[in-house]
């Protein structure tokens, strides 16, 4: 049977959506804070991709995230030849490609604080990343505090003590739900693991947080994943 100019259209068609996915490789759901970030992100502002997850901490970690990406490192964004492995960098990168979905808050202001909050979290709070690890199955309460975990969660509260105030209007970081939430939603799940107690107000944020579709979404995957990584950071 021959195809038609129809059928060839439509092959055409599939073949390019083939070739555009984009791609998101990430580490175990558990664990990787990284990968959560812009996963977040695509699935909160609905932007379609593929799912690759590389288990982290295994013999052949490093080799299968090369097939990706030669850092070494979880995540990686594939949009055809072009290739993002920075998690910042990666949440950018869709908002320039997705510029109607308002990624980043619209008002100069606010985006300007919101880019600084992530830049913050992208490269501070070494302590709180060392003794209080991502770990979405696990339940420590009051584990993990030494002087220098405490500034962590203290400077982290000022932020979004001061966000919410400032451009939240008590719902999330900048109003609307943004990268910027989605950059401090691994904070989220860490003060949830470790018992850490907030204020009300920030208390309640991390409630929102938690319900959120996507972050749901990204918990529930956790939940259901049975690797254990104990020396994961």
Known sequence: MQNTDADTQVSAVLEHARRAELILVIGNKNYSSWSMRPWVVMKAFGIPFREVRILLDQPDTVTNIAEYSPAGRVPVLVDRDITVWDSLSICEYLAEQFPKENLWP?????????RS????MHTSFVA???SMTMD??????GAGRTPQTQ???GRISEIWEDC???????RFLFGDFSIADAYFAPVVMRFRTYGVFLAPALQAYVERI???PAVAAWMRDAQAESEFLPDHK
């Open 106 to 114: 619209q008002p100069v202001a606010a985006r300007a604080a919101a």
């Open 128 to 130: 709180l990343r060392t």
């Open 151 to 153: 500034a962590d969660i």
């Open 117 to 120: 909050v992530c830049a913050e």
């Open 210 to 212: 938690i319900a959120h």
């Open 164 to 170: 919410l105030s400032r451009y939240g209007h008590h």
């Open 136 to 141: 979405i199955r696990g339940s420590f309460p």
